[in-house]
């Protein structure tokens, strides 16, 4: 079992940056993939970006591409989410997830056993 806790969300400028972090403790940071999704209002919950836990294998929403940046410290069990340029469609509650095994590449939700609690992130024009 993995706890998680998301920090770093608040509201901003569009344009500007925020950047989230998701502690891990319960077991060691390693064998598996963590991952950031968002939901927004009245729509479903959508994959933003994935990491292994090597910090070797990223991969991302093709909405965020080239905006939004996933990385990890393997000394702190902690995985980021650098997010750049951001608009107003990024408004959403950001929630960190963690797969039970090596499901590097995953972008379901399904796919991910463990949950944070979320943090908002908005976004105002």
């Known amino acids: 079992q993995v706890q998680l806790v998301e920090s770093g969300g608040g509201l901003v400028q569009a344009g500007g940056s925020l950047r989230l972090s998701c502690a891990a403790a319960g077991r060691s940071f390693s064998g598996y993939a963590m991952g950031w999704f968002r939901q927004a209002p009245g729509k479903e919950r959508e994959f933003v970006a994935g990491i292994s836990t090597s910090g070797s294998n990223t991969w991302y929403a093709d909405s965020v591409k080239g905006r939004f940046t996933i990385f990890s410290d393997h000394a702190l069990s902690t995985v980021y989410l650098q997010m750049n340029s951001l608009t107003s469609e990024d408004t959403a509650v950001y929630y960190c997830?963690?797969?039970?095994?090596?499901?590097?590449?995953?972008?379901?939700?399904?796919?991910?056993?463990?949950w944070g609690q979320g943090t908002q992130v908005t976004v105002s024009s």
């Open positions: 997830a963690a797969t039970t095994g090596p499901r590097y590449g995953s972008r379901r939700s399904s796919e991910y056993s463990y």
